[in-house]
């Protein structure tokens, strides 16, 4: 697969992190999308294992969906600002604390918009509460699940696939 073919590939999986954000965009199924077209044009073992993995771990990020709370996040006063921070946190913890660093950087990243918008610790530790609990959660364990993904399909990219 050629440097472009790859950038492409790339570009909808950042797409597909952006579209968790954003409700009713299908952001996991573009990123599943993604690896789906990556392993149907550069057919090696490694890439139909990446794609396997890929889809067993967006079956369990569904499972564990619906087991959270629905989303209520737009009841809540989450906005689009709180979720491009959130995304942001979470993208850039990803690769500063591998792996495990999107968690704390996607809470931070809530609790860092809702300082800068209320004031106030107390109130923006309340809306944090408020915003993981009306559905957070839920977003956090998908975009979670796609940062691994893309994670696993740049990883076999750069070294090795």
Known sequence: M????????????LFGLVGVLLP?????WLVWAAVLWWALKDP??????????????????QVVRWALPPRRLRESGATLR????????????????????????????IYLSERLRL????AAKA???????SGGSSVLAELF?????????????????
């Open 24 to 28: 009713g965009v299908p952001g996991s």
């Open 127 to 133: 809306s944090l509460r408020t915003a993981m609990h």
């Open 82 to 109: 709180m979720a491009g921070y959130a995304g942001a946190g979470a993208f850039l913890g990803f690769f500063l604390i591998p792996v495990l660093g999107a968690i704390p950087g996607f809470i931070g990243g």
């Open 44 to 61: 090696q073992p490694v890439a139909w294992i990446v794609l396997m993995g890929a889809t067993v771990a967006l079956f369990l990020s």
């Open 2 to 13: 050629g440097v472009w073919d790859l950038l492409l590939v790339g570009l909808v999986m």
């Open 119 to 122: 004031g106030r610790h107390g």
């Open 145 to 161: 699940t796609c940062l691994l993904i893309m994670g696993a399909w740049l990883g076999t990219v750069l070294w090795g696939g």
